[in-house]
């Protein structure tokens, strides 16, 4: 079973940085596609960014110029590096694992949470 671990959540005033980490383990599979989703009080879920083993991108609208996802494959690690933050960024922040060929899956964190806020 694979294990979604998210870390680097916290208080940061507008304007500053974070850098949130989420590793998959538990598995001798590699993880084809790795993303962020964010969900703030009282609003869905919605998608940040995401990127596949490849190296392939995928940002929403209001993130690009903001945000950058990387990752690590030989660690199944994500990074999702966040820089002028707004307090509309206020969420819970989610890390989601997909494996696409057998044995696929798809894999949540609890969330990590990032309060933006002066």
């Known amino acids: 079973q694979v294990q979604v671990t998210e870390s680097g959540g916290g208080l940061v005033q507008p304007g500053g940085s974070l850098r949130l980490s989420c590793a998959a383990s538990?598995?001798?599979?590699?993880?084809?596609?790795m993303g962020w989703y964010r969900q703030a009080p009282g609003k869905e879920r919605e998608l940040v960014a995401t990127i596949t083993s490849g190296g392939i991108t995928n940002y929403a609208n209001s993130m690009k110029g903001r945000f950058t996802i990387s990752r690590d494959n030989a660690k199944n690690t994500v990074y999702l590096q966040m820089n002028s933050l707004k307090p509309e960024d206020t969420a819970v922040y989610y890390c989601k694992a997909v494996r696409l060929t057998i044995p696929v899956g798809v894999y949540w964190g609890q969330g990590t949470p990032v309060t933006v806020s002066s």
């Open positions: 538990g598995s001798r599979f590699s993880i084809d596609v």
